[in-house]
Every structure is written in C-alpha cells, then in structure tokens.
C-alpha cells in the first residue's frame, strides 16, 4: 500500500485551491517525473500507471494533456516552468537521486564499458556455463572493490548532496503550487536488492531526508504519497527491483486514483460547510 502523508485539514487557504475542480465536468491531468512512469520493462500494450488511471471509473472525468518521463529533480524543474496550468499535477520521483554514483572526476580514468549506469549493480542472472560465471563473479567482486576504495574519497556518492535536496524540493514545489490546483508527489521506492550493504545505507538516508522535507511542505493540495512496505514486495517490480511490473503500475495507479478522489471529497465536504455556514 501507499503512505499517504497529509496535513490536518484545518488549514482553509490550502484547500481553497481546491474549490476551482468542484465546477468543473472534466479536470485535466498532467504527469511528470523518473523513468518510473514510462513503459521500461513492460510489454507492448500493457497498462501502465498514467493509462490505468484514466481508465479508472472514478467519480469524475480525467483527460491527460501531457505525461514527460526520465526527469531527476533538477530536470524538473525547467519542465514545470514551461508547462502551462492544469487542474492536476501527479509528480512522481523516482531513486536516482539517492543511489551513489562514480564522481565524473573519475569517468575519464574508466574505460567505455564502466561508464553506464548499471555496470555496477550486482548481475541479474547467472550463466549456466561455468567459466562464465567464475568471470562474471570475479568481474563482481573485483567492481564491489572498487567502490569501497572510492567511496571514503568522496569519488562514489550521489550526484546531490544531502544538504542540496531541501532547495531542490522547495524550488519544485514553489513552482508546482504555481501550476496546478492539485498536486500529488509520489516519492518511489526500490528493492535494492542489486545494490550493496553501503549503497543500501547511502540511499536510506537520503530517501529519509527527501520525505522530511516533503513532510514540511504537504497539504490538502500538496499530498505526498510513498510506498509502504505491503507494495515492497517482488511481484510489483520487475526484474531490476527498480522499475514497476504490470501489476505494480496497476496498483500504483489505483492508488494514485484514490487519493484524487480523497482530495475531491476532502474539497466538497469543506465547500459544504463553508455554504452552511453562511
């Protein structure tokens, strides 16, 4: 399941952005964020979280205008100053931000085939040949080594310090609260299980930090959404422990779905005490 992260509601300003959507017939939705959203690892056809979504009968009519995929924070936010306004704004991050990498220092030294992403990730699969896995497990541990001699020199962290991701949130949210009446921002979550011990611990800390900051911002118009341990299981992810399964695009999207409808009753059973009030 998804943790929703939600302020008290007594706070009126922020759910007065929310009264615009009460009059209108069909809210327009625009999804942006990491390569989570996109189709990566999914079949030709298959749902993913933007299409079950719309394909949900919930209580309203949603009409997506635009869904942009493979974006980290900083690339962010020059795309949500371009986009125009819209009734919902779903962001959704994905773990890049967090997860050490080699220092660009370091790049030039490596040779071309070092240098992608998940050269450093523990194999998915093992040969059934025998000297193919004797290479491949002494290419491993020969790789694992290189990153703990790195590491205490500063030449295997993320890209962002930690001291960098409060302005990083502050600058996305000041500019999201800009251009839409509701914004939820799902914060993802891997597996993990092709990483090591250090790097498991270098991205807790910073997946902690991102949903403290996240927790400072949150309203009734700005909700935040992680997943909890129920949705950690294998069968949502595929086979990279990253990216979501079929399934997992499902059952992201549904909850994604009721926390929009969560807002929207939120917003009429104010609007209805605000009318007798009167």
Not at 102 to 112: A, T, V, Y
Not at 185 to 203: I, K, T
Not at 235 to 251: F, I, K, P, T, W
């Amino acid at each position: 399941m998804l943790i929703p992260l939600l302020l008290n509601l007594g706070g009126g300003d922020s759910i007065k952005h929310l009264i615009p959507l009460l009059s209108l017939r069909t809210l327009n939705l625009k999804i942006i964020g990491g390569s989570i959203i996109s189709n990566y690892g999914l079949k030709v056809g298959a749902k993913n979280i933007t299409s079950t979504i719309l394909a949900r009968n919930s209580s309203i009519n949603l009409e997506k205008e635009i869904s942009v995929s493979g974006l980290s924070f900083s690339q962010a936010i020059p795309m949500l100053d371009e986009l125009s306004h819209t009734e919902i704004l779903i962001m959704y991050f994905g773990t890049s931000v967090g997860w050490p990498r080699i220092s660009r220092k370091m790049e030039n030294h490596l040779r071309p085939e070092m240098l992608t992403s998940t050269t450093f990730h523990i194999p998915l699969y093992k040969s059934i040949i025998l000297s193919h896995r004797i290479k491949a497990k002494i290419r491993h541990l020969e790789r694992n080594l290189f990153k703990f001699i790195l590491y205490p020199f500063g030449l295997y962290k993320p890209r962002h310090s930690l001291e960098d991701l409060p302005n990083l949130i502050k600058a996305i949210e000041h500019i999201a609260d800009r251009k839409s009446c509701l914004i939820i921002w799902v914060q993802h979550n891997s597996l993990g299980y092709r990483r090591l011990w250090l790097e498991r611990h270098v991205y807790k800390r910073y997946y902690k930090e991102i949903l403290s900051e996240l927790d400072k911002e949150k309203s009734p118009h700005f909700r935040i959404l992680s997943p909890g341990k129920d949705f950690l299981v294998q069968e949502n992810y595929s086979l990279d422990g990253v990216h979501l399964s079929e399934l997992g695009h499902e059952r992201m999207g549904v909850m994604i779905d009721n926390e929009i409808e969560q807002a929207l009753s939120e917003v009429r059973s104010y609007a209805k005490r605000e009318a007798e009030q009167r």
